[in-house]
T-cell receptor, first 117, second 113 residues
Framework: GAGVSQSPRYKVAKRGQDVALRCDPI?????LFWYQQALGQGPEFLTYFQNEAQLDKSGLPSDRFFAERPEGSVSTLKIQRTQQEDSAVYLC???????????????FGPGTRLTVL | KQEVTQIPAALSVPEGENLVLNCSFTDSAIYNLQWFRQDPGKGLTSLLLIQSSQREQTSGRLNASLDKSSGRSTLYIAASQPGDSATYLCAGPQSGGSYIPTFGRGTSLIVHP
């Protein structure tokens, strides 16, 4: 595809359920970022992959959050035992090269809106 | 911790006005800077990227400048149109190897016909 895609676009979960959010980056993009965006706020960094390596997960709010990118392409963000405070839009972005690369412009997907009841 | 302030937080103008949106970083050691627009319920669309060796970028009616010495960027929108209505966000990673961009809260723009 031409852009970053994310699925599902909307997810409603009951508190305590596990959810999995998928991101398909632009083909050939080395870097992949996950962000969390609360209403009226800018995106907050969660984690970063360069190919299949998770280089930074310092933004993950708790050990209930887990992300993977096993083959260096598609990534999944998993949230276990969801809580109401997890309700937010989860955005995925990809860029062509890695750290401090010249062409590190980020391209975003449409996001997944998660609502935890 | 890097913080990003965007001024104004909201702007409502009639069609045709030239606009100035401001973005400032608490730590001026910015590597590069990217401006985005976000439409309601949508992801972020990249508008302009100012690389570390550049001071400004232009695309159509948009012009963005970056003053790395002060940690400030300005987005100019010429001859605004109702289709420009959206939230505009700036973001940039810090120098020194950090690849994590810090985002502002955005400027919410409404352009009236």
């Amino acid at each position: 595809g031409a852009g970053v895609s994310q699925s599902p676009r909307y997810k409603v979960a009951k508190r305590g359920q596990d959810v999995a959010l998928r991101c398909d980056p632009i083909s050939g993009h080395v870097s992949l970022f996950w962000y969390q965006q609360a209403l009226g706020q800018g995106p907050e960094f969660l984690t970063y992959f360069q190919n299949e390596a998770q280089l930074d997960k310092s933004g993950l709010p708790s050990d209930r959050f887990f992300a993977e990118r096993p083959e260096g392409s598609v990534s999944t963000l998993k949230i276990q035992r969801t809580q109401q405070e997890d309700s937010a839009v989860y955005l995925c972005a990809s860029s062509l090269v890695g750290v401090a690369g010249v062409y590190n412009e980020q391209f975003f997907g449409p996001g997944t809106r998660l609502t935890v009841l | 911790k890097q913080e990003v302030t965007q001024i104004p937080a909201a702007l409502s103008v009639p069609e045709g006005e030239n606009l100035v949106l401001n973005c400032s970083f608490t730590d001026s050691a910015i590597y590069n800077l990217q401006w985005f627009r976000q439409d309601p319920g949508k992801g972020l669309t990249s508008l302009l990227l100012i690389q570390s060796s550049q001071r400004e970028q232009t695309s159509g009616r948009l012009n963005a400048s970056l003053d790395k010495s002060s940690g400030r960027s300005t987005l100019y929108i010429a001859a605004s149109q109702p289709g420009d209505s959206a939230t505009y966000l700036c973001a940039g990673p810090q120098s020194g190897g950090s690849y994590i961009p810090t985002f502002g809260r955005g400027t919410s723009l409404i352009v009236h016909p």
